[in-house]
């Protein structure tokens, strides 16, 4: 089992920044790919960046340009780093754990956190 909790969500007005952490617990050696995903009023669950065990990167059409996926091993914690944010990234925000399949498919991800909620105002 692998266990994730995030962290860092709130209310931020239009063109400013939050930094969204994922803690990453439990038996993790099998964790190919570390991803954020978010899911807005009335839509989809869409894939927003992932991060691998090697540190390659990929990017959602949402984040490209403005959001940055980081990891701490020290500390066993994924961060997303938000900037220039609009009220259309309002979404609860997952965590999730993949050992196998494409980077950026829900269904490859086995593991999910609670989510946090990010607003983003006019």
């Known amino acids: 089992q692998v266990q994730l909790v995030e962290s860092g969500g709130g209310l931020v007005q239009a063109g400013g920044s939050l930094r969204l952490s994922c803690v990453v617990s439990?038996?993790?050696?099998?964790?190919?790919?570390t991803g954020w995903f978010r899911q807005g009023p009335g839509k989809e669950r869409e894939f927003v960046a992932a991060?691998?065990?090697?540190?390659?990167?990929w990017y959602g059409d949402p984040a490209k340009g403005r959001f940055t996926i980081a990891r701490d091993n020290a500390k066993s914690t994924v961060y997303l780093q938000m900037n220039k944010l609009n009220p259309e990234d309002t979404a609860l925000y997952y965590c999730a754990a993949s050992e196998d399949g494409s980077v950026s498919t829900r269904s490859s991800y086995k593991y999910w956190g609670q989510g946090t909620l990010v607003t983003v105002s006019s």
């Open positions: 991060i691998s065990r090697e540190d390659g990167t």
């Open positions: 439990g038996r993790t050696f099998g964790t190919v790919y």
